[in-house]
């Protein structure tokens, strides 16, 4: 036992003078021979977990750590890369110590639907649903969670489209269409609402591919190459499509730092956003992962200046400029003096504005809508909704006190543990929503007392 602690500090010692860049890493038995794969965002800090005296690798993996005697690594310029060569490598090798990467329904798989006018980009467990026919297959990948993070940041620089929408080139009601929240945060061009040509879109999606299929310093030199042939030829719009491009791809290892257009104060609401979404997403019974969160809740103090405010979580993070306020008219309207408190009908009518245009088509809404307040509020946004063409996919309202979730079309509140995080999500955008209202029902006071 003591030589093999011996063996493992000097594997340690090796893991550890690694270079701290993305890559991929090989585990070897006394042979030679590839016992395992695995991909790490900075190598040194992941393999020498393996190593260490206090390493827990699972029980399929633990027994790994006797036959291991050696290891070596791939450098990759991105974490994307590593993904795609532990994929590749995987399924050449067919390592002892890894699941198996069989086509079936079991690994997530990456669809680019090229037959389209303006291509999706999807993750699927079944690449060979019809709807995919023609489509470019990236996969099968060993992490679902991997992947949808790795997409989720490309789509940042490539603004791909990953809605099921059917967009047609030239449709007139493309120009009607109000596009969802990933346009104003710069996550797609939004071909819905015709803010981008087909040519246009196309040739970011080819960009994308090339950018998949290729090193990043590849990618970058094609790009620069492209932007200076767009200046040279006066097109200033497409060049600095190419420079935004070109400055995303240079700062892809730096999300740590890039909190544009997110609220700082409200960054740390909670543990871990994309473990709440996912818990979240499991508790409501959704088949697709929750992307977009918004809140609704209403001031007033005795009845008087009633407001609303709607706040808007997107990948499980507050973004400040799609927050919303509303002076409630129809309460006032009712009682010339302004002072009924009726926040059923408050609700109906932040419900009846904020989402009249996506009833009417023109808009898409929120994956999740959370009312704040019991089985009461939840109604009452459900009658507004009910007013509407069309329902929203998932509302749901959060009781104060029990913190109980009320679902739409479930007799019994949903409890969950104080710490369960999707739990911790929804109370963060309530809270939000609350201290927004609040602030703008205070401005109103102000406002009136001085006014007096």
């Not at 990456?110 to 389209?116: F, H, S």
């Not at 059917?166 to 797609?188: A, E, M, S, T, W």
């Not at 739990?423 to 001085?450: C, G, N, P, S, T």
Request: charged fraction near 30%.
């Amino acid at each position: 036992m003591a030589a093999d602690r011996d063996k493992l500090d000097a594997l340690l010692k090796k893991a550890r003078a690694l270079p701290k860049v993305p890559g991929v890493y090989l585990m070897k038995d006394a042979k030679g021979v590839v016992i395992y794969v695995g991909k790490a965002a900075v190598l040194p800090d992941r393999v020498s977990s393996y190593f260490v005296p206090s390493a827990d690798l699972g029980i399929k993996k633990q027994p790994m750590l006797e036959v291991i005697d050696d290891f070596e690594v791939l450098e990759c310029e991105t974490e994307w890369e590593a993904l795609l060569t532990e994929n590749r490598l995987i399924k050449d090798i067919h390592p002892r110590f890894n699941a198996r990467l069989i086509d079936d329904k079991t690994f997530p798989y990456l669809v680019i639907t090229l037959r389209d006018d303006f291509p999706g980009v999807f993750i699927t467990r079944d690449p060979n649903n019809p709807e995919y026919k023609g489509a470019k297959v990236y996969g099968p990948f060993t992490s679902v969670y991997a992947l949808r993070e790795a997409v989720q940041l490309l789509q940042r620089i490539f603004r791909f489209r990953t809605c099921t929408l059917d967009i047609v080139d030239g449709d007139p009601k493309n120009q009607h269409f109000r596009p969802c929240l990933l346009y104003p945060i710069k996550q797609c061009s939004a071909p819905c609402g015709a803010k981008i040509n087909k040519d246009n879109y196309r040739a970011d999606i080819q960009r994308f591919i090339r950018f998949l299929d290729s090193k990043r310093s590849v990618v970058l030199r094609e790009l620069r190459q492209e932007m200076e042939a767009a200046s040279k030829d006066l097109a200033y719009e497409k060049a600095a499509v190419l420079r935004d491009q070109i400055k995303a791809i240079e700062k892809l290892d730096d999300r740590g730092d890039r909190k544009d257009n997110w609220q700082p104060e409200t960054e740390s609401f909670y543990e871990d956003p994309r473990k709440g979404l996912e818990s979240l997403q499991r508790t409501l019974g959704l088949d697709k992962p929750i992307r977009c969160l918004e809140c609704i809740d209403i001031a007033h103090l005795h009845g008087g200046e009633t407001v609303g405010s709607k706040v808007c979580f997107v990948d499980g993070r507050p973004l400040k400029n799609e927050y919303r306020r509303y002076k409630i008219q129809s309460v006032a309207a009712n009682s010339p003096a302004g002072k009924i408190n009726d926040d059923y009908a408050s609700i109906r009518e932040v419900v009846s504005r904020r989402y009249r245009e996506a009833g009417a088509g023109n808009e898409l809404y929120p994956d999740v809508i959370v009312i704040d307040g019991g089985l009461g509020q939840l109604h009452a946004a459900q009658d507004a909704f009910n007013e509407l063409d069309i329902r929203p996919p998932m509302v749901i309202s959060l009781a104060k006190k029990e913190e109980l979730i009320y679902v739409q079309a479930k007799a019994e509140p949903i409890r969950l543990s104080r710490n369960n995080l999707g739990l911790k999500l929804v109370q963060a955008a309530r809270d939000e929503a609350h201290r927004f209202a609040q602030h703008y029902h205070h401005i109103l006071r102000r406002k009136k007392v001085i006014g007096e």
